[in-house]
């Protein structure tokens, strides 16, 4: 998978699996543009892999969606991926879930999502080609106890996906989404009740049939694979990579 020449956007490429992404993307050739709302992070990405400076802020507000695909284009002339890889998560139930919680998590993951794709498709469009790829999730396919407000939000990612990809599959652009399921990133430990310890880490492992938690780069490949011209034939797809989670 040479990317050679071509130009990647990745949000939420300061930490996880969007820094993963971005490390992957450059190692292939690709000239990676990172976005994200932390600018310390995404600073000592883009310095790891010779990127330009970041682009710092909130991708729920659409003008910097806008700002963002524009600045790429200044920079490069062209954008031929984008990866929304940005994502929060918030653990708590629907009577445990305020109000402003229910909105962050929709507005970064859902209008995120929503915001930058459709400032993406605009220069994809009119380029005749390109590929997103959407951060998804398992739970967005199967319920989960404790986590409404981000099941809701992966749910709606995962028709996003579909809808654009049916919208835009004449203008040779192609929209798919990665669903990861137990990954080591901070997210995973984020919001926890108790402390995050090997044998909480050993837990969730057990919950998954291969026995253990996925790595960053696990994930960062197989969206390598569903932007790369190997997957020419795959859009409105929603790729499980869960170890056999979703299987049972």
Avoid at 86 to 108: F, H, K, M, P, Y
Avoid at 196 to 205: G, H, N, S
């Amino acid at each position: 998978m040479d990317f050679t020449g071509k130009v990647a956007v990745i949000t939420g490429a300061a930490s996880g699996m969007g820094a993963a992404t971005a490390r992957e993307f450059n190692a292939a050739g690709g000239e990676v543009v990172i976005v994200d709302r932390n600018g310390e992070l995404a600073a000592q990405v883009a310095a790891e892999i010779k990127a330009g400076p970041p682009l710092v802020g909130n991708v729920g507000d659409s003008a910097f969606c806008q700002k963002a695909v524009k600045t790429t284009l200044d920079r490069h002339g062209r954008l031929d991926v984008l990866v929304n890889a940005a994502g929060i998560i918030v653990r708590a139930d629907a009577l445990n879930t305020s109000d402003e919680q229910w909105q962050r998590v929709l507005n970064v993951n859902v209008s995120g999502v929503f915001y930058m794709s459709r400032a993406a498709v605009t220069v994809m469009k009119q380029q005749g080609q390109g590929a997103i790829v959407n951060f998804g999730s398992i739970w967005g396919e199967v319920g989960a106890t404790g986590v409404v407000a981000y099941c809701a939000s992966k749910g709606a990612v995962h028709q996003i996906t579909r809808a654009m990809a049916l919208d835009h599959v004449k203008d040779g652009i192609r929209i798919n989404a990665v669903c990861p399921g137990e990954v080591n990133t901070p997210m995973l430990q984020s919001e926890r009740s108790e402390p995050v310890t090997p044998e909480l880490l050993q837990r969730l492992a057990e919950t998954v049939p291969m026995g253990r938690l996925a790595e960053p780069v696990e994930i960062a490949r197989v969206v390598l694979f569903l932007a790369s011209d190997a997957a020419s034939y795959m859009t409105g797809a929603m790729v499980n990579v869960d170890a056999g989670f979703t299987a049972r």
